[in-house]
C-alpha cells in the first residue's frame, strides 16, 4: 500500500512552521498539538527543513537556556529525507527505521502535502498483517 492511504485515513493536514520561529514557540507548539516533530516551511509551502523534540533537547543540552530563543533555521534538520505519496508505506516505515527517524514530511516535488510518522506506519502494516491472518485463517477453515 502507499503513503497516500495513510494519508487518506488520517488526513494531510500539517501543523507547520517558518525559519524565523523561536524554539520556545516551538516546544509551545510541539505541545499544545501532541505531535513530536514540525515541518519548516517556506512562504510558497515548500519544504526547508524539519524540527524535532530531539533538535531541540540536544539544543537545550548544548547551550542551556539560551536554546529557547534561538531561531528555528539555527537548529532545523535542513536536509530532509522524505517520501511521496506514490511510495510504499514498508519503504518508508525502512527509511524512518534505518535513519532513526520517527517522522517523514510527504511531498509532491518540493512542496510539503503531508506529514507521517512511524506510529502511523507500525498501524498500518499491522492492520494489514491483521487481514491477511484472517484471509489465511477462513482458507483453511475452507479446507
Known amino acids: 500500500m502507499s503513503v497516500e492511504s ?18 520556545s514557540d516551538i516546544c509551545v507548539l510541539l505541545a499544545e498539538h501532541k505531535i513530536g516533530a514540525v515541518p519548516v516551511t517556506g512562504s510558497s509551502g515548500e519544504l ?9 533537547v540536544k539544543t537545550l543540552g548544548r547551550t542551556g537556556s539560551e536554546a529557547l530563543s534561538m531561531h528555528v533555521s539555527e537548529v ?18 525502512g527509511q524512518m527505521s534505518q535513519g532513526r527517524f520517527r517522522h517523514m514530511p510527504v511531498v ?3 512542496r510539503l502535502v503531508g506529514m507521517i510518522s512511524i506510529g502511523d506506519a507500525v ?4 492492520a494489514q498483517v491483521e487481514m491477511e491472518a484472517e484471509d489465511l485463517r477462513s482458507y483453511i477453515a475452507m479446507a
Open 123 to 126: 498501524k498500518y502494516r499491522i
Open 6 to 23: 495513510i494519508l487518506n485515513q488520517k488526513g494531510s493536514e500539517v501543523i507547520s512552521t517558518t525559519v524565523d520561529v523561536t524554539l
Open 76 to 93: 532545523m534538520t535542513q536536509n530532509v529525507i522524505t517520501c511521496q505519496e506514490r511510495d510504499s508505506v514498508l519503504d518508508a516505515l
Open 48 to 56: 526547508l527543513g524539519i524540527i524535532s523534540e530531539r533538535d531541540v
Open 108 to 110: 509532491r516535488g518540493n
